[in-house]
């Protein structure tokens, strides 16, 4: 298992250790995280439902409607952000989307 692969897991644990976030989606990657998964694909890697775009984090989330969805999406972006930088993955920002609610 690569470093990023041990961050994005630790990141993923992090985002659904959150109250109110129900499930973890894969986010739309842009053309250069596409190719990363695809080449983790063919070597059948596994493949992070976290993307990273150069120095951005995307996660996309489900709540389950316990916690309001924008206090959910900020603590997971918080849980997020504590986790990479614990795994010393330098970002400038995270990205956090609702994508179900409830």
Not at 9 to 26: I, K, Q, T
Not at 64 to 93: K, M, Y
């Amino acid at each position: 298992m690569s470093t990023h692969d041990e961050t994005f897991a630790a990141v993923e644990e992090a985002v659904l250790a959150v109250p109110g976030v129900a499930d973890l989606y894969r986010a739309r990657p842009t053309l250069g995280s596409a190719v990363t998964a695809a080449k983790n694909l063919a070597t059948r890697s596994t493949i992070a439902r976290v993307v990273l775009d150069d120095d951005v984090l995307r996660i996309v989330i489900g709540t389950d409607g316990s916690v309001p969805a924008p206090e959910t999406a900020r603590a997971a972006h918080l849980a997020a952000l504590a986790a990479a930088t614990a795994h010393g993955l330098p970002l400038s920002r995270v990205d956090v989307r609702v994508a179900r609610v409830g």
